[in-house]
């Protein structure tokens, strides 16, 4: 089975750090680029951030940029989002999702370019 498991998620306070993991079972991610994309009450899921399949090229959202950094480690079929200096209104539950391409593009955040997306993971800052 394809799929895309997040994990380190959690609850922490104004400022704080988390480091997000999306795992691949099933499937490499070589080939190709993963979003991370969060979804908060009532809101729609917008995108945080992109890296290439090599790594080599990262898209941030500006609400993000210089707090969050995307990484990913191809031979362990995994992509991080490293959250820091974190706000409540960063409060959401965070996606990753394989691109269908193997980069991001300026376009990196419309949605109906991913397939496969992972089951999420709650992300709460408290203040």
């Known amino acids: 089975q394809l799929q895309l498991v997040e994990s380190g998620g959690g609850l922490v306070q104004l400022g704080g750090s988390l480091r997000l993991s999306c795992a691949a079972s099933g499937l490499t991610l070589d080939y190709r680029a993963i979003g991370w994309f969060r979804q908060a009450p009532g809101k729609e899921r917008e995108g945080v951030s992109c890296?290439?399949?090599?790594?080599?090229?990262?898209n941030y959202a500006d609400f993000v940029k210089g707090r969050f950094t995307v990484s990913r480690d191809n031979p362990e079929n995994t992509v991080y989002l490293q959250m820091n200096s974190l706000k409540p209104e960063d409060t959401a539950v965070y996606y990753c999702?394989?691109?269908?391409?193997?980069?991001?593009?300026?376009?990196?955040?419309?949605?109906?370019?991913?397939?496969?997306w992972g089951q999420g993971t709650q992300v709460t800052v408290s203040s």
């Open positions: 890296i290439s399949s090599s790594g080599g090229s990262t």
């Open positions: 999702a394989r691109r269908l391409y193997s980069t991001c593009g300026s376009e990196w955040y419309v949605l109906n370019e991913y397939r496969i």
